[in-house]
């Protein structure tokens, strides 16, 4: 109920279309007498064809009248075409336009709309009035907050809540503090959401999923922006700067039979959305090669200028906002089986496996010239792994081989992105790897390899700077099989999810020690998140929203933990499907203005920090420890007041001492004297015993 009211329950009243959107004017189409006619208009429908569906009798060139009637007929060089649907109008558009044909004639294409809409263009320009100021939502209040506080949001049963993160100020109310859980939406009888939420990449936007699609919510408190009416979403995928978003209804989308009219967004397995405007600019339907690819089948660029598919023996690019194939076709990749964009320039890697004795391959393209800037050949290779530097500086590929039958080995080639030619390093390691992560600042990454006690693996620690990969640290015989880099690097988490039962470990990597003595445990924990400052990390154990036997559903809730390790708060939830951390977008400070930051932290801010510290202490205090808290404080005022007291008589201790400015009592000799005094006399006479 809550999605139809969200949508719209009532239908709108019928209305007809004027519209021409589905229909395009192709000029500079040859002139040709009649005998001619059936010939051009076959070239043209072909060719038009493959854009979209042209109805029946929707290609119409027209010809010259006869005035007499010995006259010839004659094209008149420009045709019309009316396809099933707007889309397919202006994929022709896009990809049609500008297409040659011959030499002597390049077809132009255009919107037959557009030539009502230019007609009334007026020959001179009247400048736009001025309109008043609007308010417009900030996408960034949440970044405004004095404590500088992150938030969370918690997905459990039919609530959905944002937190913010106060372990410290709120530590007897679970460390957090509701910032919203659709209050609106619950005055009305409705729910936020009865499915899943998702986060933008930079934080400005919570999207929340709905039968009929998706919709987005953003600032100060949580107010509805945008909706997408996409059947059945159970995918999404937002660009790197949040300009775009790709929803996807997998292969739950239903099957439309032919001639039927199917809901909005059902008939396209893939739409691409401009988030701002709400505009759809693209569907697409599913293909065969997407069934064996992770999510998200389109990968965006970082700059959110092209959007990358890998196809059958192909990788299709497109352009943003047109969403354009690039160049018009796609790039020809024989045999392709992934490809991934760098987090820093339009560059995307790919690998192809071995075939008919060839090697397999690893490659780097450079968009949108399509240059290939580095390959590399493999051979026995099992599974190639892409990992791309989070700042683009490096590509390692992790690549599995089979050395026996039973044995598997793993070896990293290391792409050195930003040196010259683009060299590549090998490291070789006679084990398997079950886990990779870059450090997200710096030139290290650590892995989890096979080969520990028993069941244990074991945990290295490399360092790429410098002209060779070097191993760093190593930690033997950990219950581990994923780890997670603090966001600010240097720390790091070690988890030993599904069969370790969620044992949690946590590492300070500049030193080489491990920060908890003792292992801790999070039972049956299946996620482990760092906040984005790098001082706590939530782990939760969650169950599908879609139900099932779940056999832990008493287990469900999240943990918070300090970055060393310390359990904060233990939260239960029933349950539970959700539990992550709001995103912050980059820093906009410089390297420069960071240390200098850091240099004046302690001089400028540190009393403030510990006044404050202090007051939050105070206020959790109860009982006797409170009492000994005031007992101390007023101890401690008593010594100030008698420091005090002791610098005012100063000056009359110096003209005691005879002039002298020292107050250092070192510098005078202390002469000890011993008094005697008769307290008391009392005589007694005693008479002797005769």
Known sequence: MADREEFGAEEAPVQLNASCANVVVVDNVPVTGMERYEKLYAVIRKIFSSYGTIIDDGLYIPVTEKAKPEDKQMTCGYAFIEYETAEMATRAVLEGNNKKLDNAHTLLVNHYDDFDKYGKVQPEYTPPKKSDYESKVNLNSWLLDEQGRDMFVLRAGSETQVFHNDPFKKATEYGRELKYAGEREKANDKTWTDLYVAWSPKGSYLLTFHNPGVVIWG????????????????????????????????????????????????????????????????????????????????????????????????????????????????????????????????????????????????????????????????????????????????????????????????????????????????????????????????????????????TKNNVRIYSVKGKEVKLQRSFDNRMANALFWSPMGGHLVLAGLGPFNGALEWIDVENGESLTPATQEHFQCGDVEWDPSGRFVITSATQPIEGGNWKYTMDNGYNLWSMQGQLLSQVKVDNCYQVMWRPRPTQLLSKEQVAALKASLKEKYWARFEKEDDAIRQSQLSGAAKERAELKAAWRAFRQAKEKEFAEERDMRRDLRGGQASDDEDDYVTVEQQVEEEVSREEELWQKDQ
């Not at 796609?330 to 560059?347: E, T, Y």
């Not at 010239?369 to 290779?381: A, D, G, I, Q, Y």
Request: net charge positive.
């Open 219 to 454: 600032g100060e408190n949580f107010e509805k922006l945008g909706r997408f009416p996409h059947a059945h979403v159970n995918q999404i995928d937002f660009s790197p700067n949040e300009k775009y978003i790709i929803t996807s209804n997998g292969n739950d989308r239903p099957v439309v039979a032919p001639g039927s009219n199917p809901a909005p967004g059902e008939a396209e397995c893939y739409i691409v959305w401009d988030v701002r405007s709400g505009k759809k600019l693209r569907g697409f339907d599913k293909e065969k090669s997407d069934v064996s690819q992770p999510w998200p089948v389109f990968k965006f660029s970082h700059d959110d200028k092209f959007l990358a598919r890998k196809g059958v023996d192909a990788v299709s690019v497109y352009e943003t906002p047109t969403m354009g194939l690039l160049d018009k076709k796609s790039i020809k990749i024989q045999g392709v089986q992934d490809c991934v964009w760098s987090p820093a320039a339009n560059l995307l890697a790919y690998w192809v496996p071995e075939k008919s004795n060839g090697p397999a391959s690893v490659g780097v393209i450079e968009l949108p010239s399509r240059t290939v800037k580095r390959e590399k050949h493999l051979f026995n290779v099992i599974d190639i792994k892409l990992h791309w530097h989070p700042q683009g500086d490096y590509l390692c590929v992790k690549v599995a081989r089979r050395k026996t039958k039973k044995t598997v080995t793993t070896n990293f080639e290391i792409f050195r992105v930003r040196q010259k030619d683009m060299p590549i390093e090998t490291l070789e390691l006679e084990v398997g790897v079950v886990a990779f992560a870059w450090e997200p600042h710096g030139h290290r990454f650590a892995i989890i390899q096979t080969g520990g006690e028993g």
